[in-house]
């Protein structure tokens, strides 16, 4: 049986390589090539590794790796410094034997984390390590609707963002950027666990019923901490600009909060503070908002 982690780090090589050039790293295109991406060949010259090595591992088969060889590939297929950590990650991990059984206790969020959710005067949420939706403050009911009537399985930023029904399709213009971040956490869930069952059944299910999610899945983008900006398109006050940002909570691994704030005495910060006085007019369902 494969390792699970040998073979996510097959994937892993497998994607990063697929994405080089032959002029990415220095080396001439030479013809004709039935590959997008540099040849198992090119990359193993590159890290000075036999072709056959370096294809054992692609294919997640028992090989062992030492950190010189994750560094001198880490450089061949020019990862960044979380690309890096992912590598060693998975690589440390497949050395040790797989474990027989893994202890998974239920995702908890402690009542001191909710007692601030309840003071804090913007939205935010905490999310579970597989993106499961935790706990949320009345600001998220305002900004995002209510969970209410939501089968706690569903509420899942990923199984969210995917259901069109929920969030206006892929109309809005930085979706896939979103999209990408979510599930590079995901991909660092994974990598921490590869065969935990929640996993499991969220990209299972995605992976089933859109092309969308599984071309980016198999992008093999991680992220340990993201940000951004979203534009919200609310009914009630229009258009709300917010930044976002994801804090880690205690845990091994532990859930994160994710928040949204706006520019201080800005236009947003406004439109935000009008929606959650007039919040108790309109119930909605929990979805992202539709945006511009």
């Known amino acids: 049986m494969t390792h699970p982690y040998a073979r996510e780090l097959g994937d892993f090589l497998r994607a990063r390589r697929s994405r080089l050039r032959p002029r990415d790293v220095g080396l001439e295109p030479g013809g004709r090539r039935k590959v997008t991406g540099l040849r198992r060949e090119e990359l193993a010259l590159l890290a000075g590794l036999s072709t056959d090595y370096y294809q054992r591992m692609e294919q997640g088969r028992e090989v062992r790796p030492s950190d010189g060889v994750l560094d001198a590939l880490a450089d061949a297929l020019v990862l960044d410094e979380e690309e890096r950590s992912h590598l060693f990650t998975l690589a440390r991990a497949a050395r040790r034997p797989a474990p027989a059984r893994v202890e998974r206790g239920p995702e ?11 003071v804090m005067d913007t939205p935010a949420v905490v999310l579970g390590r597989h993106l499961d939706l935790l706990a949320w403050n009345p600001m998220a009911e305002v900004l995002l609707g209510s969970p ?10 990923l199984l969210l963002m995917f259901d069109d029904t929920l969030t206006d399709g892929r109309n809005c213009p930085d979706w896939e950027r979103q999209a990408l971040d979510y599930i590079g956490m995901m991909r660092s869930a994974v990598a921490a666990d590869p065969t935990h069952p929640r996993a ?12 969308e999610f599984r071309r980016l899945w198999a ?8 940000s951004g900006t979203k534009t919200f398109r609310v009914p009630e006050v229009g258009e709300i600009v917010l930044d976002w940002d994801t804090y880690p909570l205690p845990g091994a691994p532990g859930p994160v909060m994710l928040v949204w704030t ?5 236009a947003d910060a406004d439109r935000l503070h009008l929606l959650a006085s007039l919040r108790a007019t309109r119930s909605t369902t929990v979805a992202d908002r539709r945006c511009s």
């Open 262 to 266: 706006a520019e201080p005495d800005s």
């Open 200 to 211: 499991t059944a969220v990209v299972g299910e995605l992976s089933i019923r859109s092309a």
């Open 148 to 157: 209410a009537g939501q089968p706690p399985d569903r509420l899942n930023m």
């Open 108 to 118: 908890r969020v402690p009542d001191s984390t909710r007692r601030l959710l309840g």
């Open 219 to 226: 992008r093999h983008d991680v992220r340990a901490s993201v």
